[in-house]
């Protein structure tokens, strides 16, 4: 049996495209998609620039989480640090380190690459990348040079267990799913002591 287990690019001919809505973040559209079999099918696509999460964990093996307001769900949510791709250009390892500021107030001396994927690619494009941030340390809110607003501003932070993390995801208490592939990835990843992880600057396939 063939262990080559990988994604590859394809994309199927559109033959028509319109423009469903355009908001701030997102657009929605409607491409009518050409089948192998000659079929044509409508499939509405959400427009995503993506985003970065950062699990970042202490040498006590304590994930540090953030909980907001995510309005479209109703419900306060415990998550990892992240955040759009929103800067033309900046690598996203540095997204990451913005976002971790940012959020947390924390910046990190380690970073590696946890994983990639697609949020929901039945319907959207958005992918994202998961770093792992360890050697942390606490920036003064003096040194920072960003002020939360709307949502942000209201965030709670805590220190928790990867294990407990890990029981909250599998109990159904946990709902975020970049924080589910997150600490998921990373008590995987602990097995080796985080050995087989990519480098920060790796490129997306």
Same mark, same amino acid.
């Given at each position: 049996?063939?262990?080559?287990? /990988? ?35 409508? /499939? ?17 093996? /304590? ?143």
């Amino acid at each position: 049996m063939s262990t080559d287990l /990988r994604d590859t690019a394809e994309l199927w001919p559109v033959v028509g495209s319109d423009l469903l809505a355009a908001g701030r973040v997102v657009k929605v559209r409607r491409d009518t998609v050409q089948m192998p079999d000659g079929q044509r099918a409508g /499939r509405e696509v959400v427009e995503h620039p993506g985003a970065v999460g950062v699990v970042a964990l202490d040498e006590a093996d /304590r994930v540090l989480l953030i909980r907001q307001y995510r309005h479209p769900v109703g419900r306060l949510l415990w998550e990892i640090p992240a955040g759009l791709r929103d800067v033309a250009g900046e690598p996203l390892v540095e997204t990451a380190r913005r976002e971790l500021v940012e959020e947390a107030g924390y910046r990190a001396a380690r970073w590696q690459v946890l994983a990639d994927y697609y949020t929901s690619p039945g319907i959207s494009t958005e992918r994202l990348r998961i770093f792992l941030a360890r050697d942390l340390e606490w920036v003064p809110e003096s040194e920072r040079d960003y002020v939360p607003d709307h949502e942000e501003a209201h965030l709670m932070v805590k220190w928790a267990p990867l294990d407990a993390v890990i029981r909250g995801v599998l109990a159904g208490d946990l709902h975020n799913g970049v924080l589910a592939v997150g600490v998921l990835a990373a008590f995987a990843a602990r097995q080796d002591g985080f050995a087989a992880l990519r480098g920060a600057d790796a490129p997306e396939s």
